[in-house]
């Protein structure tokens, strides 16, 4: 009997791997039909030790894995390594286990909960836990512990370009202890705000959202952008 219940036991969790496997690939494929492309928005800055205004950006993609965020005017403060991972690369990383976590609930949307562990020993991430919206395939939210960037987690919300998994607006939360300060950037207190000690600043919390108003997808880019 005892051997009976473990042969079942396995036997469904091999059909759970097997069926988050399929999940993950759909979503992949969703993703790839995306080859470049150009977005126009506006980016906000949330920390509370610091005053950036609302910019306006530009952010590049191209296959497989380039991207850059411009930011007009002014400098762009950013977390470390933060935009570089869009959800092109979190989610195309080769060579990675896909575990099922459960269900969750993402802005009122039921969401099927998927961890990527990575087979590679040296990769950055070390850990990606997903939040896929099965019926439409899309992330919805990926939270993504990292070697050199601690953790952070990535909220998208989807409109006229979800056939194409790219959100209208990509909210980015990290903690300030694993930030750093652009070279030459300085950082600017409100008189209410301004910490008594610079420690305290380590564990305070940042948030950037960004608001995408249009996409031009798979018209080419040059790599030149990207240099």
């Known amino acids: 009997m005892l051997c009976l219940l473990c042969c079942i036991g396995f036997t469904a ?7 988050v496997s399929a999940l993950v690939a759909k979503v992949r494929a969703k993703i790839d039909q995306v080859n470049d492309y150009t977005a126009e ?13 609302v910019s306006r950006i530009k952010t590049y993609f191209k296959k497989p894995d380039k991207f850059r965020l411009r930011k007009e005017g002014g400098i762009s403060v950013l977390p470390k390594g933060g935009f570089s991972v869009n959800m ?13 976590a ?12 998927v961890k990527l562990l990575p087979n590679n020993e040296n990769s950055d991430v070390i850990l990606s836990t997903l939040y896929i919206d099965e019926t439409n395939l899309l992330v919805k939210k990926a939270v993504t512990t990292t070697r050199e960037n601690g953790t952070y987690d990535i909220t998208l919300t989807y409109g006229q370009y979800a056939a194409y998994a790219l959100p209208d607006k990509v909210i980015f939360a990290f903690n300030t202890k694993d930030y750093k300060l652009p070279k030459g950037v300085t950082l600017e207190f409100e008189d209410a705000e301004k910490p008594a000690d610079a420690s305290q600043l380590k564990n305070k919390k940042g948030k950037v959202e960004i608001v995408y108003s249009s996409y031009v997808i798979n018209k080419g880019i040059d790599d030149a952008v990207f240099k």
Do not use: C, E
Request: aromatic fraction near 4%; avoid cysteine.
């Open 41 to 53: 928005g506006r980016l906000k800055t949330n920390i509370a030790f610091l005053k950036v205004p």
């Open 102 to 113: 459960g269900d969750g609930v993402v802005d009122g949307v039921k969401t099927k909960i």
């Open 13 to 19: 969790t091999a059909a759970q791997a097997q069926d």
């Open 88 to 100: 092109q690369s979190l989610i195309l990383f080769n060579d990675a286990m896909a575990i099922a």
